[in-house]
């Protein structure tokens, strides 16, 4: 850590220091508060000047630096601490908490601010709702309790007069998920500005008050204001309350009758020894007694309620270990500081003794418990000698003898009580104590024991003020089976004043908090010690001959080979059943080494779990794929069974099956199934066609040229009735001239040698100009011939029939032709219907008999015949 941070900046382990005197440490510790360094350790505490100012060094980036890394890798801080106990909670399921000590004023609950600040930073990366909400609860209620627990005093402007012990819950990932509040409040004054007013307000909202609830605050904490300024005056026997104005207020606030107020103010009730109960006026002294006593049972009342109202939102609720893993607690006890004055109130001497009592605690944890450990395990160890305050706590609790114990007797002699009696008491039986004094036992003494008059009154007895000052057992009981990590704070100066080291006042602080032995006992003791089973457990990776399991005669053969592998014999004391480890760095040795074999052993892990995942996931695919394939069969199957089924009496039928309705084919016959379809349609087609006489299949397959040609554009093409083709020689379509055209063909047939006649018919013939004539038109398969009709069928234009590229038609029901030629001199027809028929549509007729011509004329050149 000297190294981390530079020998100009003093050592930042007190454990370091080159010799273990109160001269050293102070010098070490005053070097660091002048260097800005506010925090350094005692092995896992750390102790924590107050800076008096703000300091940029609890930012994303501290905290960062601090997650996860062991407690000596950075330098220290309060973020080293919290880490370090998040870590062994989350790590060993184990229970831990901090305890943040000091005097008023030396930083104590900013300290567990930041820890709270730190651990909810820490947390929940994936950022849940309700884990939100329970850490923005966790935080904001420190705003509140501030407010309502803080007071101003002579030496310090925000002193804490409670007690606060917080618990938060973990769930098995280390995320929070509730909490509880153990408070114990003392005492309290009002002293809020507008910016924690609103502060207050904001986290009463955030952590879940109602409207309504933070009205009833206000009005209480209104009664309570006005209370303290009542005022009492004696009118002969009686007593009366000075300005009634107030008492009405009063009773508007609480809901309640003036009269009511005004006689639980000035009366008691007392039951007699008859068994009567009477009401018995105050004197003027006894009411402002009764009305300061009402006062702080009121306010008392008012803070108990707001910590059970934060319990209630923050506690773990439905929380299932069976289901949820084990539930861990981090404790975070900020302790009230005490305070010594001229002049101490009872609630001050109830401050301190609970601070001794910490001191006693701590004393009892860190330089009792771990020498009798080292006995206790046989290490070899010289005693160190320490101050053991438990002389002080038994003078204020011994039963029967102790201060409370006189306090409580004196309380119940008869008569009248005052503090001067209880003094008095205190003195003859305390008198020759060796730690007890007062101003008439020892006139040199400047701090006095005075006890106020009230709190030993009648109307308030001291038993009554037990479970606000004796909490401490409690607290005690609540975090004395966890691990403990501390802080300890020391108030510099008196003055607030971030540059002043008062080197007396500190020097008074390190010696009541047994600072100087804490670093006695370790330095000579050792840094870390753990159970053979867990040493073992967490480092048996890093030893190739106890990894995965040894085969030696006890653990602590196995933790030897571990610790001689690494080299570390010096380092380390073999105890009855724990390993001591003496410095630090031979644990972060073997924790680097962990940190580096981890990530191995995890990807081993997941290799083996993945290749046992994908075995799975192969045999199941390889299930699915055989059902798949037997079901792929079976649908197979059942589809040819169905087919067959359904065609099964084609052959029979009119329409051979083609109103018969396919089945819907599996997806692996989606192909074969059109293909079936196809060859149905053949077989279909031939049986139609096997049934034509030969005479007629000219016609069908000209039927056939034109259905693909026209491919539906035309509504109407003739395939219904009979093709005639050559229309000028037919009888009934020419009558009149029908004759003349058989003659004319026979010659031009004789002179053309053509062999057949594809297509002849009347038709009219449009020019350029938009002007029609009759005219005749004949299609041989040589030659097109355009006929005058009125003149013995005059040949009026004769082209080869090869260069005919291509006709053209319309989509409508008129007889409209082109047909295009290579040389662009194209021929508009209107093909007329003749005498046979007056609606006969012929276009049709001409377009498949050309096809067919040419379809037939091009399957010839290539050397086949189409039948």
């Known amino acids: 850590m000297a190294v981390l941070e530079g020998l100009e900046f003093g050592k930042s382990d007190f454990v370091l220091l080159d010799e273990v005197n109160i001269e050293q440490f102070m010098e070490n510790l005053k ?112 705003c509140v309790l501030e407010a309502f627990g803080n007071a101003k005093t002579n030496r310090n402007d925000n002193s804490s007069r409670f007690g606060k012990y917080m618990d938060i819950n973990f769930n098995f ?17 009002s002293n809020n500005d507008r910016y924690s007013h609103n502060a207050v307000l904001s986290a009463l909202n955030v952590i879940g008050f109602s409207e309504e609830e933070i009205h009833s605050i206000y009005r209480i904490l209104g009664t309570i204001l006005i209370l303290g300024n009542l005022q009492f005056e004696t009118d002969r026997e009686s007593v009366l309350v000075v300005g009634m104005g107030d008492v009405s207020h009063i009773a508007e606030l609480t809901s309640t009758e003036p009269d009511n107020v005004t006689k639980s103010l000035l009366y008691r009730t007392v039951a007699t020894g008859g068994g009567e109960v009477i009401e018995k006026g105050h004197s003027e002294k006894e009411a402002c007694f009764g009305r300061d006593a009402f006062t702080k049972a009121l306010y008392e009342r008012l803070f108990g309620w707001i910590v ?91 039963p029967h003898k102790g201060i409370i114990s006189v306090l409580d007797e004196a309380c119940l002699s008869v008569g009248k009580v005052t503090d001067t009696v209880c003094l008095e008491s205190m003195d003859v039986k305390l008198g020759q104590h060796p730690h007890y004094t007062s101003r008439k036992v020892g006139q040199n003494s400047t701090a006095s024991n005075r006890i106020n008059y009230i709190l030993f009154s009648l109307a308030m007895q001291l038993t009554q003020l037990h479970p606000s000052f004796l909490f401490f057992p409690i607290a005690v009981s609540l975090y004395n089976h966890r691990e403990p990590y501390y802080v300890r704070c020391i108030k510099p100066n008196d003055i607030k004043s971030p540059a002043l080291f008062d080197d007396a006042r500190c020097q008074h602080q390190v010696a009541y908090l047994g600072l100087l032995e804490n670093v006695r006992v370790r330095r000579a003791g050792f840094a870390c010690r753990q159970a053979y089973t867990r040493f073992l457990q967490r480092y048996k990776m890093t030893c190739e001959n106890t990894w995965p399991n040894h085969l030696m005669g006890t653990d602590r053969e196995a933790v030897e080979a571990i610790v001689t592998q690494h080299g570390f014999q010096d380092d380390v004391a073999y105890g009855h059943t724990m390993l001591f480890v003496r410095t630090p760095k031979s644990l972060f040795t073997l924790e680097q080494e962990r940190a580096a074999l981890v990530p191995v052993l995890v990807l081993f892990l997941q290799k083996v779990w993945r290749g046992a995942l994908a075995r799975m996931r ?209 021929v508009l027809l209107y093909i007329q219907r003749g005498e046979l028929c007056p609606d006969q549509d012929r276009i049709g007729e001409l377009v498949g008999t050309l096809i067919d011509h040419f379809t037939r004329s091009v399957a010839t050149v290539r050397g086949c015949r189409v039948r």
């Not at 990932?173 to 153990?182: A, S, Y």
């Not at 093709?723 to 026979?746: C, G, K, M, T």
Request: glycine content about 6%.
């Open 308 to 398: 059970g109202r934060i319990n209630a939102v923050i506690e773990v609720k439905d929380y299932n270990p069976v289901l949820h893993g084990k539930n861990t607690v981090i404790g975070v006890l900020d302790i009230y500081g005490f305070e010594i004055f001229d002049n101490n109130s009872f609630e001050q001497f109830c401050i301190n003794y609970c601070n001794e009592k910490l001191q006693q605690l701590f004393i009892q944890l860190i330089l009792c418990q771990e020498q009798d450990e080292y006995r206790r395990e046989g290490i070899i160890w010289q005693h160190i000698d320490y101050f053991n305050n438990q002389i002080i706590v038994d003078l204020v609790e011994q």
């Open 31 to 142: 070097l660091r508060f002048e260097k800005a360094r506010i925090y350094t350790f005692i092995g896992e505490g750390v102790v924590s000047v107050n800076p008096y100012k703000q300091m940029d060094i609890y930012g994303k980036e501290e905290i960062n630096a601090y997650r996860g890394r062991e407690l000596y890798e950075n330098p220290p801080h309060l973020y080293a601490v919290a880490d370090a106990a998040y870590k062994a909670m989350k790590r060993r399921a184990k229970d831990t908490c901090i305890v943040v000590s000091g005097e008023s004023g030396a930083g104590k609950t900013e300290a567990s601010k930041y820890i709270m600040q730190y651990i909810a930073a820490i947390t929940n990366p994936s950022q849940r709702a309700e884990v939100e909400s329970v850490k923005n609860v966790l935080l904001k209620s420190n």
């Open 618 to 826: 192969c045999r199941r695919m390889r299930a699915i794929f055989a059902i798949m394939g037997c079901y792929k069969r079976y649908k197979v199957k059942v589809h040819f069974w169905e087919v067959e089924r359904r065609f099964a009496s084609v052959c029979s039928m009119a329409d051979y099956g083609k109103s018969v309705e396919w089945p819907t084919p599996p997806a692996a016959l989606t192909q074969f199934h059109s293909i079936t379809q196809k060859l149905h349609r053949r077989w279909r087609a031939r049986q139609i066609v096997k049934n034509i006489p030969p005479s007629d299949m000219g016609e069908i397959r000209a039927k056939v040229a034109a259905l693909g040609a026209l491919n539906g554009e035309r509504k109407d093409w003739g395939c219904g009735r009979s093709w005639e083709r050559d229309y000028l020689a037919n009888v009934r379509d020419s009558h009149q001239s029908s004759s003349n055209f058989i003659l004319f063909s026979q010659e031009l047939r004789n002179k053309d040698e053509y062999n057949q006649v594809i297509f002849s018919g009347f038709c009219r013939k449009m020019n350029r100009f938009n002007k029609s004539s009759d005219r005749a038109l004949l299609i041989t398969d040589k030659h097109i011939y355009k006929l005058d009709p009125k003149k013995q069928f005059k040949v009026l234009k004769r082209l080869p029939l090869e260069v005919i590229t291509g006709l053209s038609v319309t989509a409508g029901v008129d007889q409209m032709v082109a047909l295009h030629t290579s040389s662009q001199d194209d």
């Open 173 to 189: 990932n280390g995320d929070p998920t509730g909490g509880h509040i153990n408070n114990y409040l003392l005492e309290k004054t």
